[in-house]
């Protein structure tokens, strides 16, 4: 308990902790001021002050109009009053299908919450990383083992202090996403119900909250590993890119076993998708629905973030020379 306090008091002393609040700031800001702008374009074309959508609905009374004169004239020339141009399919989008609906307070929490889950859990893979990485990289590593020669304590130390200082980090995104949607819908005097409560946006908040303490572990152990912060993020985004991007979206069971699915079969409680096969046949393609459930999700993320990479790292560095 001793390393760990002294652990934690050292990282949070470090600028890293600082800087990842403010990305997190700016990830919830980034998503609120993305709501009300949705909000705002809604309340300026419905007031017919967008003049982009004014201008899309003069144009489509001008065709239309321009239609039923040509309409006309055709009828009279041929003599044929059931001559139709079609004019009333010229229709304008309404001023929802043109911005979007904005979804219930409820949805909208949900939906907010599991879009910043992604980048608050790459904040906290930032803080693991940079804070044991960096001890390698000032070769500080082997000086705290000669006050603290037991390796096994010093790697618990640094693995837990990273994942309970990456809880401020995740805790201030997910605050300002819970407290500034309502303020937003407030603002703009949009419905702030939630029918079926509070219960589904606290829990998928506390999921999320774990998600990030392991996504710090995760990235303390994989710098024991390689040793390096830029080496670590790199394979993340190499990973992200061809393994779960390409081949993801080639065999469904890639993806089912890959990180982004399971992540969101985590924060959602479950999740499901579309794949589509036997797009040689006449008829088209066939759909397939693909489901994992919560304890799939849990299951494999912890595999991945304690059965495989901590355990290797520690494996390593129990063996590895330290210099």
Request: a neutral charge; one cysteine or more; proline letters at 3%.
């Amino acid at each position: 308990m001793r390393l760990l306090v002294v652990e934690l008091r050292r990282l949070l002393a470090r600028k890293v902790v600082l800087l990842t609040v403010l990305g997190a700031v700016a990830v919830a800001v980034v998503s609120l001021v993305g709501v009300a702008n949705q909000a705002r374009q809604l309340e300026a074309a419905r007031a017919g002050a967008d003049t982009e959508y004014q201008r899309m609905v003069d144009d489509n009374e001008r065709m239309q109009e321009e239609c039923r004169l040509a309409e006309a004239d055709e009828r009279r020339r041929s003599g044929d009053a059931s001559v139709d141009f079609g004019c009333d399919d010229f229709q304008v989008p309404t001023i929802e299908e043109f911005f979007g609906q904005l979804p219930s307070m409820s949805e909208q929490l949900q939906f907010l919450l599991q879009g910043a889950s992604y980048p608050l859990m790459f904040l906290a893979l930032a803080i693991g990383s940079t804070a044991v990485a960096a001890e390698f990289a000032h070769r500080t590593m082997a000086t705290w083992l000669t006050f603290v020669p037991r390796r096994t304590p010093v790697f618990v130390s640094k693995v837990v202090a990273p994942a309970l200082a990456a809880a401020p980090v995740v805790l201030t995104g997910l605050v300002l996403l819970l407290v500034g949607t309502p303020l937003v819908y407030a603002v703009f005097g949009l419905d702030r119900s939630v029918p079926d409560g509070w219960g589904e946006p606290v829990w998928m908040s506390l999921r999320i909250l774990l998600l990030g303490l392991a996504a710090a572990a995760l990235g303390a152990g994989a710098a024991f590993l390689v040793r390096h912060t830029g080496v670590v993020l790199g394979l993340v985004i190499g990973w992200m890119f061809i393994v779960e991007g390409i081949l993801g979206s080639s065999f469904a069971w890639v993806a089912r076993l890959g990180l982004v699915r399971n992540v969101a079969a985590f924060v959602e409680n479950g999740t499901s998708w579309s794949t589509f096969v036997d797009c040689n046949r006449a008829e088209g393609c066939r759909e397939v629905v693909q489901t994992l459930s919560f304890a799939h999700g849990a299951t494999v993320l912890g595999v991945v973030v304690l059965g495989v990479v901590l355990l290797a790292a520690w494996a390593r560095f129990r063996r590895a020379d330290i210099s």
